[in-house]
T-cell receptor
């Protein structure tokens, strides 16, 4: 089954404690992205990757890091989380195929930073 | 810069009726894609429909159709024969040339009543 997995699904942490949210896709997609969703703001892109070792900033990259060492994995790293990073995070992977285009989203990770 | 506007924070519809969710966009890219996603209360993002900017015909997927008016820069979602399970948040999104990212609107919450 084609899917994007994220772990953990829920996380409560404290300010300044480094954390990593993992993302993995099994569709051999080239593109992967991280988004955060906040009430009234929709989803905003944090970082994206066009292939292994190729990453770039999205609209809200401050306070986040990413890496793409393998095609299937795209972890999101918060080196020093702060309360304003409390949000719902989505990983997505995508590929153009047959004239259409779709982003597959993971189930989301709800992060609370106290 | 690209922008998606969804002016309806909430919509109500009775079961079995049709409903139109509005979406307008702004871009200077010559080629782009338009998407609609459904987010039920469980939180996952479900892809509904895609329209390419050069597609001549409006996209349809089952009960979903996308009313694409390029000159007006609108991409409204039409749901025919609404069902109770259609109650959810609906997001319009655009992917500019290159498809590395999605730019989302703020969403419309649809409630379907019996």
């Amino acid at each position: 089954e084609a899917q994007v997995t994220q772990n953990p699904r829920y996380l409560i942490t404290v300010t300044g404690k480094k954390l990593t949210v993992t993302c993995s896709q099994n569709m051999n997609h080239e593109y992967m992205s991280w988004y955060r969703q906040d009430p009234g703001l929709g989803l905003r892109q944090i970082y994206y990757s066009m292939n292994v070792e190729v990453t770039d900033k999205g609209d809200v990259p401050e306070g986040y890091k990413v890496s793409r060492k393998e095609k299937r994995n795209f972890p999101l790293i918060l080196e020093s989380p702060s309360p304003n990073q409390t949000s719902l995070y989505f990983c997505a992977s995508s590929q153009e195929a047959g004239g259409t285009y779709e982003q597959y989203f993971g189930p989301g990770t709800r992060l609370t930073v106290t | 810069a690209q922008k998606i506007t969804q002016t309806q924070p909430g919509m109500f519809v009775q079961e079995k009726e049709a409903v139109t969710l509005d979406c307008t966009y702004d871009t200077s890219d010559p080629s782009y894609g338009l998407f609609w996603y459904k987010q039920p209360s469980s939180g996952e993002m479900i892809f509904l429909i895609y329209q390419g900017s050069y597609d001549q015909q409006n996209a349809t997927e089952g009960r979903y159709s996308l009313n694409f008016q390029k000159a007006r820069k609108s991409a409204n979602l039409v749901i025919s024969a609404s069902q109770l399970g259609d109650s959810a948040m609906y997001f319009c999104a655009m992917s500019p040339t290159g498809f590395q990212k999605l730019v989302f609107g703020t969403g419309t919450r649809l409630l379907v009543s019996p």
